[in-house]
Nanobody, 121 residues
Framework: QVQLVESGGGLVQAGGSLRLSCAAS????????MRWFRQAPGKARELVAG???????NYADSVKGRFTISRDNAKNTVYLQMNSLKPEDTAVYYC???????????????WGQGTQVTVSS
């Protein structure tokens, strides 16, 4: 089995910064893409940023220039540095990873439990 555990959420004032972390553990053979999603109350879950094992990244237009995704492959961990936060960034942030375990030959998507980010105006 694979577990993804997020940390780093909290309450911050507009213009502030937070750094989210997500550590994957379990019977991991390799991890392909790691992503951050977010879901605000009453809204659909949306992709915030993604990063491949080789370091290629992509971002939602709404966070470009403010958020930076990175990963440490040796630690199976992905990070999201969030700067210049806005009240509209308030959401539950979820980590997602495409993982190949020692028991299956294909990559399967796993989710973390989510971490709350609240930005006050």
């Amino acid at each position: 089995q694979v577990q993804l555990v997020e940390s780093g959420g909290g309450l911050v004032q507009a213009g502030g910064s937070l750094r989210l972390s997500c550590a994957a553990s379990g019977s991991i053979f390799s991890i392909n893409v790691m992503r951050w999603f977010r879901q605000a109350p009453g809204k659909a879950r949306e992709l915030v940023a993604g990063i491949t094992s080789g370091g290629s990244t992509n971002y939602a237009d709404s966070v470009k220039g403010r958020f930076t995704i990175s990963r440490d492959n040796a630690k199976n961990t992905v990070y999201l540095q969030m700067n210049s936060l806005k009240p509209e960034d308030t959401a539950v942030y979820y980590c997602n990873a495409d993982v190949k375990t020692y028991y299956k030959s294909s990559y399967i998507g796993y989710w973390g439990q989510g971490t709350q980010v609240t930005v006050s105006s």
